[in-house]
């Protein structure tokens, strides 16, 4: 029968220790330029978080990145913007939503981060956490489309996120977020993005190995080596 080819799982792999010590690596993106950008301080709260809760954050600020495909990847945003998701072990994606939608600013950055690096997958595996802000009524548009994207990038979108509706009642002057039942629910996304991370980092290779991958793979080393040997 056929099943009897198929692999078995690894338990020791898949429930050995990480081997790992420095925090864990967490990117953020927002999608807003604006100088009071609500979508900013809602990323900043939620690294103010991370940071509290152990982790090494980074922010990237898409002033400057070109519109993807109107410029060259060795762009210097483009280099960092890339440069930071292989770094990272998790990211948080956070969007107001215009038109319904995520916005140009946030797309654009996620299209500029490649399926593939050469050999490197920058998004594979990570665990990725979505956030969204509305001027008006709560809304999940853009969350809904951010956690599309991630799936299509082979990250790990984990089950909780975060919308913010009427933002510009949320925050205070200074761009802290004000204490409310929403900034518990930023507190519980982002500790559920720190469980995830410590349990899937240094694993998370082996839970996105793919049968029908590897069986691709031998095929076609396969047919190089009969290749070579005519």
């Known amino acids: 029968m056929r099943e009897d080819l198929l692999p078995s799982i690894d338990q020791e792999r898949l429930f050995a220790s990480d081997g790992l010590s420095h925090p864990p690596r967490v990117l953020l993106l927002y999608g807003s330029l604006r100088e009071r950008s609500y979508s900013r301080f809602l990323t900043q709260e939620a690294a103010r978080l ?5 982790a090494e954050t980074r922010i990237f600020d898409p002033s400057g990145l070109p519109l993807p495909d109107d410029a060259d990847a060795d762009h210097p945003k483009v280099r960092e913007l890339r440069d930071l998701c292989t770094w990272s072990e998790a990211q948080v994606w956070c969007s107001p939503e215009r038109h319904g939608a995520m916005t140009g600013i ?3 950055q996620i299209d500029w981060i490649p399926l593939s690096l050469g050999a490197v997958r920058p998004t594979q595996g990570k665990v990725l956490a979505v956030m969204q802000v509305s001027g008006g009524s709560q809304s999940f548009n ?3 489309q951010m956690r599309i994207l991630g799936r299509w990038m082979r990250m790990v979108t ?3 996120q ?3 509706p009427k933002a510009f009642l949320e ?3 200074d761009g802290r977020m004000k204490p ?4 518990d629910r930023v507190v519980d996304v982002m500790e559920e993005l720190m469980k995830f991370t410590l349990l899937l980092r240094g694993r998370s290779d082996y839970l996105v190995d793919r049968y029908s991958e590897r069986k691709e793979s031998a095929a076609e080393l396969s047919a190089r080596v009969n290749q070579r040997s005519i």
Do not use: D, T
Not at 50 to 54: A, E
């Open 50 to 54: 991370l940071s509290r809760f152990g």
């Open 106 to 108: 946030m797309k654009a």
């Open 142 to 144: 853009a969350v809904n």
């Open 158 to 160: 984990i089950p909780n």
């Open 162 to 164: 975060s919308s913010v």
């Open 171 to 173: 925050f205070e002057e």
């Open 180 to 183: 409310s039942s929403l900034y």
